[in-house]
């Protein structure tokens, strides 16, 4: 799986919108990016992922750049409840059943 | 519906027992992985099941750790002789099928310490 690169940490003010951006610049042309977030004491809870083109879905928009080799998680009007670590992974896709590989995340503040 | 759970939520043991953790995991999924997490460091896998089958177990760490999903649903991983560096949050997930796109559901996990 290709690596991935994300700030150790962030701040995002209550009800603005949160972008956490990922490095994946030796992505390959058949791996998935993910995203998946962690609150305190909870298991990973799934966000969204996608390929090429730009994903939204109740939770989030994922904007992946033309090249591939960066993406950019939004939560668009973030609440206390979205503090948490952000993990962004990247996947190889019909590969039978391989595992995610997460990195540190992003440690995703947000503020009253 | 119901999500994956996870028996015990937290299960303290002495250094040399032996423990089992237990995953239910989301009803009709055939793919099971299990993952160890340290604290600050993001999950860690150890085994991925496909049905009863564990079709990749590279990330066991030795051999004191072994699972199984007998029936192709409950999993148990099972863990002897324990060390004070086994203590970690052992999260179980589950996914429709293996392999992407197919997003992988976690539970709770068990937080094992290790005395």
């Known amino acids: 799986d290709a690596k991935t690169t994300q700030p150790t940490s962030m701040d995002c003010a209550e009800g603005r919108a949160a972008n956490l951006p990922c490095n994946h610049s030796?992505?390959?042309?058949?791996?998935?990016v993910y995203w998946y977030r962690q609150i305190h004491s909870q298991g990973p809870q799934y966000i969204i992922h996608g390929l090429k083109n730009n994903e939204t879905n109740e939770m989030a928009s994922l904007i992946i750049t033309e090249d591939r080799k960066s993406s950019t998680l939004i939560l668009p009007h973030a609440t206390l409840r979205d503090t948490a670590v952000y993990y962004c992974?990247?996947?190889?896709?019909?590969?039978?059943?391989?595992?995610?590989?997460f990195g540190p995340g992003t440690r995703l503040s947000v503020l009253p | 519906g119901a999500g994956v759970s996870q028996t015990p939520s937290n299960k303290v043991t002495e250094k040399g027992k032996y423990v089992e953790l237990r995953c239910d995991p989301i009803s009709g999924h055939t793919a099971l992985y299990w993952y160890r997490q340290s604290l600050g460091q993001g999950p860690e896998f150890l085994i991925y099941f496909q049905g009863t089958g564990a079709a990749d177990d590279s990330g066991l760490p030795n051999d004191r750790f072994f699972a199984v999903r007998p029936e192709g649903s409950v999993s148990t991983l099972k863990i002897q002789r324990t060390e004070r560096g086994d203590s970690a949050v052992y999260l179980c997930a589950s996914s429709l099928r293996g392999g992407t796109p197919y997003e992988q559901y976690f539970g709770p996990g068990t937080r094992l310490t290790v005395t």
């Open positions: 030796t992505i390959s042309g058949n791996e998935y």
């Open positions: 992974i990247v996947r190889v896709s019909n590969n039978y059943g391989q595992n995610f590989v």
